[in-house]
T-cell receptor
Framework: GENVEQHPSTLSVQEGDSAVIKCTYSDSASNYFPWYKQELGKGPQLIIDIRSNVGEKKDQRIAVTLNKTAKHFSLHITETQPEDSAVYFCAATGGTSYGKLTFGQGTILTVHP | GAGVSQSPSNKVTEKGKDVELRCDPISGHTALYWYRQSLGQGLEFLIYFQGNSAPDKSGLPSDRFSAERTGGSVSTLTIQRTQQEDSAVYLC?????????????FGPGTRLTVT
């Protein structure tokens, strides 16, 4: 089955700096890669996603890049704000895990004012 | 519109008791998923339903876990003879269908504590 590795496990930045979180996946047939933000006591919230036919996608301050050859994808947050502080999860699905998300271990992002 | 809702938000039960957790998906979504989030295992898939097809139960950790979806909408996850290792947050998600690349939207979860 699919295996997703996520790094770093914790990330601390100053407000206004950029933050980058990286994930690798194992199943070359995976074709959908969402990112979720989870705040304390809440369920994961979908913030951006990318499909395997696209190399990069941007939505305001957040962007995701995908390298299918290397089987890795990354989340980029620019001009970070304190409200960006949360746990971020990457995930992958497709191929043999059709419909089922396999998640990375999560990154605790702290943005200091 | 209304998102995915789950009830109860918190459940404390004694070891050996049965529990039922409920999920109401987004209206019109035909696919429904259950995941479990625990400190040791992270976010892991349990089971999913797609329309009238047989559910994919490949993630259920033991035969004490079961789920059903009535009328293609509401789903109930049942854990029989609960054990302390069942303590976790149980998350439900729904999507338009289970086709590759369909966005999954999560509910707030049910925090289960087995004492």
């Amino acid at each position: 089955g699919e295996n997703v590795e996520q790094h770093p496990s914790t990330l601390s930045v100053q407000e206004g700096d950029s933050a980058v979180i990286k994930c690798t996946y194992s199943d070359s047939a995976s074709n959908y890669f969402p990112w979720y933000k989870q705040e304390l006591g809440k369920g994961p919230q979908l913030i951006i996603d990318i499909r395997s036919n696209v190399g990069e996608k941007k939505d305001q301050r957040i962007a995701v890049t995908l390298n299918k050859t290397a089987k890795h994808f990354s989340l980029h947050i620019t001009e970070t704000q304190p409200e960006d502080s949360a746990v971020y999860f990457c995930a992958a699905t497709g191929g043999t895990s059709y419909g089922k998300l396999t998640f990375g271990q999560g990154t605790i992002l702290t943005v200091h004012p | 519109g209304a998102g995915v809702s789950q009830s109860p938000s918190n459940k404390v039960t004694e070891k050996g008791k049965d529990v039922e957790l409920r999920c109401d998906p987004i209206s019109g979504h035909t696919a429904l998923y259950w995941y479990r989030q625990s400190l040791g295992q992270g976010l892991e898939f349990l089971i999913y339903f797609q329309g009238n097809s047989a559910p994919d139960k490949s993630g259920l950790p033991s035969d004490r876990f079961s789920a059903e979806r009535t009328g293609g909408s509401v789903s109930t996850l049942t854990i029989q003879r609960t054990q302390q290792e069942d303590s976790a947050v149980y998350l439900c998600a729904s999507s338009l269908d289970s086709g590759g690349g369909r966005e999954q939207y999560f509910g707030p979860g049910t925090r289960l504590t087995v004492t």
